[in-house]
């Protein structure tokens, strides 16, 4: 079992940042790949980074590249998101998940592939 509680959300104005954080607690979290979703009020979550069990590749939706980075420290059982350039339709509830795909290298985008979820953290950005 791994449970992940994320952190860092808050109100905050168009074009400016937020840092997410995700601490995991349990199984080593350096075992697993870890990806950050969102979900909007209606809308179905959605994939927005994620990054390999070793840190080597990473991957990010078409709507946050270049504005989104994600990292995780292994040795703190923590991954980050670093959110740049904000934007109003970034609003979301923002949960990270933990997966254990067949490759080490692999990063799935589906939610239903992802084995651990926290609870979310609101991110709200204003016009």
């Known amino acids: 079992q791994v449970q992940l509680v994320e952190s860092g959300g808050g109100l905050v104005q168009a074009g400016g940042s937020l840092r997410l954080s995700c601490a995991a607690s349990g199984r080593t979290f350096s075992g697993y790949a870890v990806g950050w979703f969102r979900q909007a009020p209606g809308k179905e979550r959605e994939f927005v980074a994620g990054m390999s069990k070793g840190g080597g590749n990473t991957k990010y939706a078409d709507s946050v590249k270049g504005r989104f980075t994600i990292s995780r420290d292994n040795a703190k059982n923590t991954v980050f998101l670093q959110m740049n350039i904000l934007k109003p339709e970034d609003t979301a509830v923002y949960h990270c998940?933990?997966?254990?795909?067949?490759?080490?290298?692999?990063?799935?985008?589906?939610?239903?592939?992802?084995?651990?979820w926290g609870q979310g953290t609101q991110v709200t950005v204003s016009s």
């Open positions: 998940a933990a997966d254990s795909p067949p490759f080490s290298y692999w990063i799935r985008t589906e939610a239903r592939q992802y084995d651990y």
